[in-house]
């Protein structure tokens, strides 16, 4: 009997029953949050679709908009460098990755621009 | 006066003299001493293994009079005297019913959420699947431990050690097998550091070169709205599913709200740090406490023995959950590195099968694993983020798979 009054053991038919009951929720709870990740990503785009698009997107280039700022660029910071649709977060992981595979100094590298691949 | 009976009496009170009449405690305090030697000399996860291990030789140390597991071994919640913890106990006692009541993992918890970045799970939702099947081990652990005679709330406890999830390891043990907390824990955690090493072999076994070599597209932005969303949306869903996993979620998803909400920054810097920090080392500490090695019988008033059924951390039974322990954390990477195979093949081919052993939580070292695995055979092939979707997914499927245990304890008066 899978159900029992007090702590008692189980037989083996009974564990691989409750396992398979146990496995299938895991993953009915994470197909369910999937699902719920999709409605909100769509309600997320209906809205952004609702709101009039800026112009055309200026590439982001972070160097300028510290120097309007008035801020001084970094030692060892080689120009300015144009981020397309990557946010600064990534862009800096994606250099961190790059110096640490080659095994350089991050500031020895040169990156024109990060963009994501169609 | 007599001094030679002086003598006798400061020798017979002392703690060296207690090492020889319970030497376990001497084997105990060795394996602290190897423990450390490991966190500090090898690295191995430091910031738990560290107090783990200092914990373990402060409460093995004869007569220190700071743990005391004749209070907490082998009882329920509701037959511990918290008066007598906090007359008679000592620091670690006190510090201990954060362990017993549970607050310390929901903490835990906490800061995990407000430094994890769903980001990329929510780039591709699809990834969550291989979070569910490295759980996997989890299963298979329970069934080994049934097989092997544990009762069915110690199995669960011991089969949660395949989520590769120590706060909820802790969790789930010190509501289900509370007497099996310290091997659990230190299973958990033990493994975790060790998962650089356990994966590696297992994931070259059950993929291709190609399928290593795949080569992974870049994911779509994700809209703040999303993120903030998220946390919200997961904690009512999963707590009406598992009423159970309330804490653990609800406490992952706060922090995660901090996180992504953008207005109390400070908050999220707090969780994520000091309080982080704080409760890493009132729960490490205390758990590797609880291993020690001879336990007094508990006695009453009259001196008579009320618990014979302490047993000390050195026994057959320890030995055998670090080995069940390794068992959950091979056929958790086995399930993720499976389904990986799967989704390779249903997509044909746009889904690198190595992201799925970082299924098994352990945040974020398991999508480190699968990064440095795939980067071996191409060295151009970037999988770092691609395996933090599965990895923080995972922490999620852990957390539901512990609630799923403890609400079949508590329907079937598992919980002592």
Known sequence: MLFLTAIEEISIPNALLLSLIGFSVVFIALISIIAVIKVIATLSQSKNAAVPAPAVSAPKSPVPAAAAAGKVPAAGSQGEIDLYTVDDQTAAMLMAIVADDLKVPLNTLRFTSIREAS | ?416
């Open chain 2, 1 to 416: 006066m007599d001094i030679g009976k002086i003598v006798n009496d400061l020798w017979v009170e002392s703690g060296f003299n207690q090492l020889f009449v319970h030497w376990e405690n001497a084997v105990m305090i060795v394996v602290a001493c190897v423990l450390l030697y490991l966190a500090i000399v090898r690295g191995f996860e430091p910031l738990l293994l560290m107090g783990i291990a200092f914990g373990m030789l402060l409460a093995n140390l004869p007569l220190s009079g700071m743990m005391h597991m004749e209070f907490f071994s082998g009882k329920a919640l509701s037959e511990i005297s918290f008066s007598q913890v906090l007359h008679e106990g000592g620091i670690l006692d006190v510090l201990y019913l954060g362990v017993k009541l549970n607050i310390y993992p929901c903490l835990i918890f906490m800061g995990i959420g407000a430094m994890t970045d769903f980001g990329p799970m929510l780039a591709r939702p699809s990834s969550m699947i291989l979070g569910a099947a490295a759980q996997l081990g989890i299963y298979c652990a329970f069934i080994l431990a049934i097989l092997f005679g544990f009762l069915p709330n110690v199995a669960a406890a011991i089969g949660i050690i395949g989520g590769a999830d120590g706060p909820t390891a802790i969790f789930t043990a010190s509501m289900l097998a509370p007497q099996y907390l310290g091997p659990i824990a230190i299973a958990a955690y033990s493994y975790m550091a060790l998962i650089p090493l356990i994966q590696p072999p297992i994931m070259k076994a059950l993929t291709t070169r190609k399928e290593r070599e795949t080569v992974m597209t870049q994911s779509k932005p994700v809209s703040k709205t999303t993120k903030v969303v998220f946390p919200i949306a997961v904690t009512i869903f999963c707590v009406l599913l598992l009423p159970s996993v309330a804490p653990l979620i609800g406490c992952l998803m706060l922090g995660n709200l901090f996180r992504e909400s953008g207005v109390v920054d400070r908050l999220s810097d707090t969780s994520q740090n000091a309080l982080l920090n704080i409760v890493t080392i009132f729960l490490s500490t205390t758990v590797g406490a609880t291993s020690v090695g001879y336990i007094p019988k508990a006695v009453d008033a009259l001196g008579n023995v009320t618990d014979a059924t302490n047993v000390g951390f050195l026994s057959s039974s320890t030995l055998l959950i670090i080995l069940l322990g390794l068992v959950a954390f091979s056929f958790s990477t086995v399930g993720g590195v499976l389904f990986g195979k799967i989704m390779y093949a249903v997509t044909g081919g746009k889904v690198n099968p190595l992201i799925g052993s970082a299924g098994v939580s352990a945040v974020p070292m398991a999508a480190r694993v699968s990064q440095n695995v795939g980067s071996k055979y191409n060295p151009s092939n970037y999988l770092l983020m691609h395996a933090m979707g599965p990895n923080v997914a995972g922490v999620i499927g852990s957390a539901v798979a512990a609630g799923f245990f403890i609400a079949v304890g508590r329907a079937l008066e598992w919980i002592p």
